[in-house]
């Protein structure tokens, strides 16, 4: 998990940063991120992908849930379910509109995973 990570962008294309993966510890998960510094003309979207052991490299990269866009300061949480045995987010960083540098300092807080007994997790 990024903790403090500062991100950098410089045009509307945006930075992408990926988190490793990491394992799926139940069947459900509430995840939060906390937006410490945000620039007034960025857009932050999160994105949480999952995947199989057994599939290589970056393998899908479809989201199988977003935050909603954030456009400032606080600490928005998205649950999700249904997920495959591996984890990890993405985050884009763009610009709204114009010109010039954009950051974003946010820290991912660790998921809430929840169990409804169901088997194969």
Request: glycine fraction near 10%; aromatic fraction near 8%.
């Amino acid at each position: 998990m990024f903790i403090g990570q500062t991100i950098v962008a410089e045009n509307t294309t945006g930075t992408t940063v990926y988190t490793p993966w990491f394992p799926r510890q139940g069947d459900a998960f509430t995840s939060s991120v906390e937006v410490i510094a945000f620039s007034s003309t960025g857009n932050l979207v999160i994105s949480i992908l999952d995947k199989d052991p057994d599939q290589t490299g970056d393998a899908p990269n479809a989201a199988v849930g977003s935050f909603d866009t954030i456009t400032g300061v606080g600490t928005p949480s998205k649950r999700v379910s249904g997920l495959r045995p591996l984890v990890r987010y993405k985050i884009v960083l763009q610009r709204a509109s114009g010109t010039g540098t954009i950051y974003a300092t946010l820290r991912m807080l660790a998921p809430s995973w929840e169990s409804t007994g169901a088997q194969g997790v």
